[in-house]
């Protein structure tokens, strides 16, 4: 447990890599785009309530042009059954740069987020890589996760927080985390229908139980102290902050306040509450978004101010 109660974010930077397997620039396009233009406010928003955050990004992100990209790549890649899976499949649509192709390149981006205080860049793996999927090998997430931190460290930083995509993970992959240097990584809330799994054992189900969670509590508050999970450091995470959605808006304060609710036990019993989103959630219906993380860190700034209450990034916990 911790000595004060904390607020931490994680934000899942991905741009169109996080969604490449199901989507396309022509159907999803808009919301990376937006995506973009919501990062300064989010940043700004952070900035005028003192958040510290993690923004956990996808290695390819930190390039600058196709170039640079192919360059990096290592030889070892993702051996997937499913060939779509694999981020290394669309290449071939990449424009020269950033200027040319905003729905990949975010250097700049990545710039903007280390320009405002307390942000914290971490690692989303390189690739996008997915750990539980059929074919994969650990020496290919070995070699995913060496190019991730070599990329990082051309830009002078040092990763040491990682949130793995769609949040699969074994306890052998935290291993080869340590051994790049991580100390820190986001688990899972502490609940089976949020449990690790591959893609294809994501039921009808578990979602729908999922969804309504963001609404009616069904699985806990998910508020934890700092868990030690050798070899790293791990924060579970407590709620992943859900976009608008024009038809469940009439359920937005029972979204609101399952967020607030569990803000609260956080502070009052001393314990970590982990917010987390992806950016491109914001890429539509952004002033929506937005308002709600407003009211959010306005209600985590009461706490702060009530029972001490801190705002933490994932590093500070390393």
Same mark, same amino acid.
């Given at each position: 447990?911790?000595?004060?109660?904390?607020?931490?974010?994680?934000?899942?930077?991905?741009?169109?890599?996080?969604?490449?397997?199901?989507?396309?620039?022509?159907?999803?396009?808009?919301?990376?785009?937006?995506?973009?233009?919501?990062? =300064?406010?989010?940043?700004?928003?952070?900035?005028?309530?003192?958040? #510290?955050?993690?923004?956990?990004?996808?290695?390819?992100?930190?390039?600058?042009?196709?170039?640079?990209?192919?360059?990096?790549? =290592?030889? *070892?890649?993702?051996?997937?059954?499913?060939?779509?899976?694999?981020?290394?499949?669309?290449?071939?649509?990449?424009?020269?740069?950033?200027?040319?192709?905003?729905?990949?390149?975010?250097?700049?981006?990545?710039? #903007?987020?280390?320009?405002?205080?307390?942000?914290?860049?971490?690692?989303?793996?390189?690739?996008?890589?997915?750990?539980?999927?059929?074919?994969?090998?650990?020496?290919?997430?070995?070699?995913?996760?060496?190019?991730?931190?070599?990329?990082?460290?051309?830009?002078?930083?040092?990763?040491?927080?990682?949130?793995?995509?769609?949040?699969?993970?074994?306890?052998?992959?935290?291993?080869?985390?340590?051994?790049?240097?991580?100390?820190?990584?986001?688990?899972?809330?502490?609940?089976?229908?949020?449990?690790?799994?591959?893609?294809?054992?994501?039921?009808?189900?578990?979602?729908?139980?999922? *969804?309504?969670?963001?609404?009616?509590?069904?699985?806990?508050?998910?508020?934890?102290?700092?868990?030690?999970?050798? =070899?790293?450091?791990?924060?579970?995470?407590?709620?992943?902050?859900?976009?608008?959605?024009?038809?469940?808006?009439?359920?937005?304060?029972?979204?609101?306040? #399952?967020?607030?609710?569990?803000?609260?036990?956080?502070?009052?019993?001393?314990?970590?509450?982990?917010?987390?989103?992806?950016?491109?959630?914001?890429?539509?219906?952004?002033?929506?978004?937005?308002?709600?993380?407003?009211?959010?860190?306005?209600?985590?700034?009461?706490?702060?101010?009530?029972?001490?209450?801190?705002?933490?990034?994932?590093?500070?916990?390393?």
């Amino acid at each position: 447990m911790t000595a004060r109660p904390a607020f931490v974010i994680s934000l899942d930077f991905e741009l169109m890599w996080g969604v490449r397997d199901h989507e396309t620039v022509d159907s999803y396009g808009a919301n990376i785009l937006g995506a973009r233009a919501a990062i =300064p406010r989010i940043l700004d928003l952070f900035e005028r309530h003192g958040i #510290r955050a993690t923004w956990a990004t996808v290695g390819f992100v930190f390039c600058e042009s196709k170039d640079e990209l192919l360059a990096s790549a =290592p030889s *070892l890649r993702p051996s997937y059954e499913h060939s779509r899976l694999s981020n290394y499949s669309y290449f071939q649509e990449l424009g020269d740069s950033e200027k040319t192709e905003p729905y990949y390149f975010g250097a700049s981006l990545i710039d #903007r987020v280390m320009a405002c205080p307390g942000q914290e860049i971490g690692s989303h793996s390189l690739s996008h890589y997915y750990c539980m999927e059929a074919g994969q090998q650990l020496a290919e997430f070995d070699a995913d996760i060496e190019t991730a931190v070599a990329l990082a460290k051309r830009r002078n930083i040092a990763l040491k927080s990682f949130v793995f995509p769609r949040n699969q993970y074994l306890q052998e992959h935290l291993g080869v985390l340590k051994r790049h240097g991580f100390r820190v990584f986001r688990g899972n809330e502490r609940a089976w229908v949020y449990n690790a799994t591959k893609g294809m054992d994501q039921t009808k189900l578990r979602r729908g139980l999922r *969804l309504l969670d963001h609404y009616v509590n069904l699985t806990g508050h998910h508020v934890h102290g700092e868990t030690a999970q050798e =070899p790293l450091i791990e924060l579970p995470a407590s709620r992943f902050l859900r976009p608008y959605s024009r038809k469940l808006a009439s359920l937005d304060g029972l979204r609101l306040r #399952r967020i607030t609710e569990a803000i609260d036990q956080a502070a009052i019993s001393g314990r970590i509450f982990h917010l987390w989103w992806h950016p491109h959630n914001f890429g539509a219906n952004t002033e929506e978004n937005l308002a709600m993380l407003k009211l959010i860190l306005a209600h985590f700034s009461m706490q702060r101010d009530r029972y001490g209450m801190t705002s933490a990034s994932m590093g500070d916990f390393s």
